[in-house]
């Protein structure tokens, strides 16, 4: 979910590690990317998302496979997934829901402030 700049869309947590999408927690880029490496994977990973769904469409399961994988290394090059890229010990919240994680009351307020 990185291809987007997320902060126009979805709020990111005060530490700057996630965007919250209904409520979820989503990893963001390791923002030690330089942009250049950064515009390169996100072209990589849109590509690999596309090879998903055609791979889809075409009920090619190997092809599918390949795709899915291409998106995995992609994410994981990007920091979105695998090792995490902070270096302070805290554990990973990824794809948890933001109100069963230590960000619970920081997302409560965002919360409060919708109409």
């Known amino acids: 979910m990185a291809d987007a ?11 700057g590690r996630y965007f919250v999408v209904r409520g979820r927690l989503w990893r963001l880029s390791d923002p030690r990317l330089g942009e250049a490496e950064r515009t390169h994977l996100v072209d990589r990973l849109m590509t690999a998302r596309r090879a998903v769904g055609a791979a889809k469409l075409a009920d090619a399961k190997l092809a599918l496979r390949k795709a899915r994988a291409d998106v995995d290394e992609t994410k994981r090059a990007l920091g979105e997934r695998g090792p995490v890229w902070w270096d302070d010990g805290a554990p990973d919240y990824n794809r948890r829901m933001a109100t069963n994680t230590p960000y619970a009351e920081w997302y409560r307020s965002l919360e409060a402030l919708q109409p």
């Open 5 to 15: 700049d997320t902060s126009k869309d979805y709020p990111r947590t005060p530490d």
